[in-house]
């Protein structure tokens, strides 16, 4: 924010009286309460400004300090465009002024009334007050200026792209290097990367399919390419981390585990196992066991259609046959009257609500390509397409702030095929998205997080391969994005993958076993990529390539054994106990400080700390180029 200088030809795009200054930065206090005018002025060197004047106000003193303060402008226009380009340079010098470029986003409330910039490192660069209408016909015009998108976390708040940003047309080339597929929009989104750099890489890996590996020949990125795209999370996060006294330093076990055991998959949930785990009115009466029995041998399809409403908890374990009639009932009213939100909605509604008309549009385009080759989705016109859309469409309706994300539609054709039925398949949804809902929040945390603890656990399990992937530009393990956002979806055939979720909803045998599911299949893979010199392009097409490929009960084996030999190690550390939900048996920081859960807090000048001795201070590594993870995964690149 600025004062515009004397003798500057300025055309005043749009223009507003009787808009007060509520707070500006410290160079502007004195004017804050004055009533002015709002401009959004373009210089003639195409710089673009928001500019606010004040003019000669008369206040009542006794409520100068309301929010609404009554005011008689002593000049009162109501202008709202103008094209001309002033025809004196007038005195400009006490105008407030804010570079197009230093407004990040833009917050509305109070009713349109009130209006504040954000330059993205501070709270805010100044907030106006409307007192003559709304804001409404300002964005209006600043949204045929700029690219916005709305905020999934807070539905008043815009984030304003840059659609010329050099990084993208980067990124947008290396997708394009690889030949995934004719339809870039569909594939690689973009046009918000300079807000949210790591998100929109992560959700193009997201979104790569097989077509990877049918690229006709090997194709070499160029070198400013391959830079781009391999930029890792921490790489956005180096300027945050330091070694100092009493910092954050991160510690390097060197594995030795022992020999990893066999544990053969057992038979599925039958129904006299089944029946014979509930009592006369219905209970079950033991869950735990019931669930054990789930992990090691999955559920045979007849049962999956009634068992999946527990472990996706629609029916609760201690509830009677009545008790569950009572329940459907109760939740089909609720699903239907959700439903009726949005079937009633008229047009105009729709224009005025721009997150809803977004994710309708959205979820149109996702489910008329989602699991097609299946006979239940297969077809023109096919009713249950209709469904899918409609459980979606509530789940909208449901959970307003998360609405609808790409992705949604693939973890809810396998339940809404099983079950049947809309009302059952809606609330098992619901259910299976309460465990998954972090992997589609806008900011991406949730999913960032994973792909470090699964760095943590690869590093711990088999540093070879780590040191590898961390050698050749991949540590950032993005190539393993798809299988944690949707629970290897599109890797595995519908019975494989009903399988392998309902297992993964126990919660056997640890916590975070979905990523030792992601380790055993690296070291399945570890002789091709580390054999034939893999770099990140040929590993994320080597991945890719898996798709149907996986032998799921060979995984599942191997990576109950990975845990029992990380369980059993004598190197074991608080770190990775915390990961897998084990007891953590010395405390050193993890409960002292806001951090990940993958970071120990280590007083380099108090050696006598509480450190478990099998990672003494003498294994931490300190040189900047081992560090994998920092003190937390910083936001401030999204």
């Known amino acids: 924010m600025s004062e515009s200088s004397e003798g500057e030809d300025v055309r005043e795009l749009f223009v507003q009286d009787g808009v007060l200054l509520f707070s500006a930065t410290a160079s502007f206090i004195n004017f804050v309460k004055s009533v002015g005018t709002l401009m959004i002025t373009e210089y003639v060197d195409n710089r673009r400004f928001v500019e606010w004047k004040p003019i000669d106000v008369t206040v009542d003193s006794d409520i100068q300090d309301q929010e609404w303060a009554v005011v008689n402008t002593v000049e009162r226009r109501v202008r709202t465009l103008s094209g001309n380009v002033l025809p004196e340079h007038k005195n400009r010098s006490k105008y407030l002024r804010i570079n197009f470029e230093e407004i990040k986003s833009f917050r509305i409330s109070d009713k349109s009334r009130r209006l504040t910039f954000n330059d993205g490192k501070t709270e805010q660069i100044c907030t106006y007050l409307f007192q003559h209408g709304n804001c409404e016909h300002l964005v209006g015009f600043l949204k045929t200026l700029v690219k916005t998108v709305p905020s999934r976390r807070d539905k008043h708040l815009f984030i304003i792209l840059n659609m010329n940003d050099p990084e993208r047309e980067r990124i947008d080339k290396s997708f394009a290097e690889l030949n995934v597929c004719n339809d870039s929009n569909y594939v690689w989104n973009i046009w918000n990367f300079q807000e949210r750099p790591v998100v929109t ?35 956005y996060q180096h300027t945050s981390t330091t070694l100092s006294n009493g910092e954050y330093e991160v510690i ?19 129904s006299e196992q089944w029946n014979g785990v509930q009592d006369q009115e219905g209970r079950i009466e033991d869950s735990e066991c019931l669930k054990l029995i789930i992990f090691q041998g999955g559920i045979v399809p007849s049962l999956r259609q009634e068992v999946w409403k527990y472990l996706l908890d629609y029916y609760p374990w201690n509830s009677t046959h009545s008790d569950r009639q009572k329940l459907i009932l109760q939740k089909s009213d609720e699903y239907f009257s959700m439903k009726l939100q949005w079937k009633t909605m008229t047009k105009t509604q729709e224009d005025n ?13 996702d489910v008329t390509r989602t699991d097609r080759t299946i006979d239940f989705y297969a077809g023109d016109n096919n009713p249950n397409l209709q469904v899918l859309n409609d459980i979606l469409m509530t789940y909208v309706m449901y959970n307003f702030d998360l609405g609808y994300v790409q992705g949604m539609s693939d973890l ?31 900011d991406q945390v949730g999913m960032k997080e994973q792909l470090s603890n699964l760095h943590t656990l690869l590093a711990f399990i088999d540093p070879e391969l780590a040191t590898y992937l961390d050698n050749h530009d991949s540590g950032n393990m993005f190539f393993c994005f798809r299988w944690l956002l949707v629970w290897f979806k599109r890797e595995l055939s519908e019975e494989d993958c009903m399988s392998f979720w309902e297992v993964m909803w126990t919660g056997f045998p640890c916590e975070n076993f979905h990523l030792l599911v992601c380790c055993a299949i690296l070291d399945q893979e570890k002789q091709s990529i580390i054999g034939n010199n893999y770099g990140f392009t040929e590993i994320l097409k080597h991945i890719n390539e898996l798709s149907g490929q996986l032998n ?45 859960p993958f970071v120990i807090s280590i007083e380099t000048s108090n050696e006598s700390s509480n450190h478990p001795p099998e990672c003494s201070v003498d294994d931490v590594r300190i040189s900047p180029e081992e560090i994998q993870f920092e003190k937390s995964i910083s936001s401030n690149f999204i």
């Open 252 to 270: 390097d076990c060197v594995s030795d585990l022992p020999n990893r055991r066999d544990f053969p998959r057992g038979r599925a949930l039958c």
């Open 201 to 235: 890489t992560l959700e193009a890996f997201a979104k790569i399919t097989d077509l990877v590996y049918r690229v006709p020949q090997h194709r070499e990125m160029d070198d400013d390419v391959k830079e781009i795209l391999n930029k890792s999370i921490t790489e």
């Open 552 to 596: 799921i009960e060979k995984i599942l084996n191997d990576a109950q054994g990975i845990f029992y030999q990380i369980k059993e190690s004598d190197r074991l550390t608080d770190v990775i106990r915390v990961l897998l939900g084990l007891p953590v048996l010395y405390n050193s920081s993890l409960d002292n400080h806001e951090t990940s």
């Open 353 to 365: 609500f721009t997150d809803y008309k977004e994710r309708k549009t959205q979820i149109e385009k």
């Open 412 to 442: 809810l054709s396998p339940i809404l095929h099983l079950m049947q039925s809309e009302v059952d398949a809606f609330w098992c949804f619901v259910g299976f998205m309460n465990q998954l809902s972090a992997n589609f929040d806008a």
